[in-house]
């Protein structure tokens, strides 16, 4: 009998984690235009202008959310170390600057109508180039976004 019950027990967690599963339903990357007070425009865009202050960002439409959504941001940013060249007794050498991969933000978002979003401001010393966002909800990769601060 013990054994049927820990049986019973364990289909009604895997069911349950299965129905509950978090599924990402649309992502997109864009502009946000507020402009005007009483809204914000969202407008999907792969070139955010540098200008200081144009915000970007993201926003996800999930399925199967709960209250809250644990969501981290890793950005991808090119090096502000510029190509050169190195003598050595070898001869010369093209040293080429690797990528950098930081973790920006890790927090809880609600989401609202199963949407979440995530938006940043372009800074006074912002670099231009291109970028890479990956957005971590609940431990899954759920949108990588590819972008150009020009």
Known sequence: ???RLLFLFACLFFVS????????????????????????????????QRREGQRYGWMI?????GRSVSVREEYLLPSRAVEGRTESAEGTKLVIPLER????????????DGRIFGEWSIGA??????????????GQVAASFEFEVR
């Not at 129905?19 to 407008?43: I, Y």
């Not at 010393?125 to 609940?138: F, S």
């Open 17 to 48: 984690a299965k129905v509950f599963a978090l599924e990402v339903v649309s992502a997109e990357f864009g502009v946000f235009d507020a402009s005007e007070p009483q809204r914000v425009v969202f407008s999907p865009a792969t070139v955010v």
């Open 101 to 112: 991969r930081s973790q920006v933000s890790q927090r809880q978002l609600v989401p609202d």
């Open 61 to 65: 439409e999930l399925r199967g959310a």
């Open 1 to 3: 009998m013990k054994h």
């Open 125 to 138: 010393q912002e670099p231009a180039g291109p970028r890479r966002l990956d957005v971590v909800v609940e």
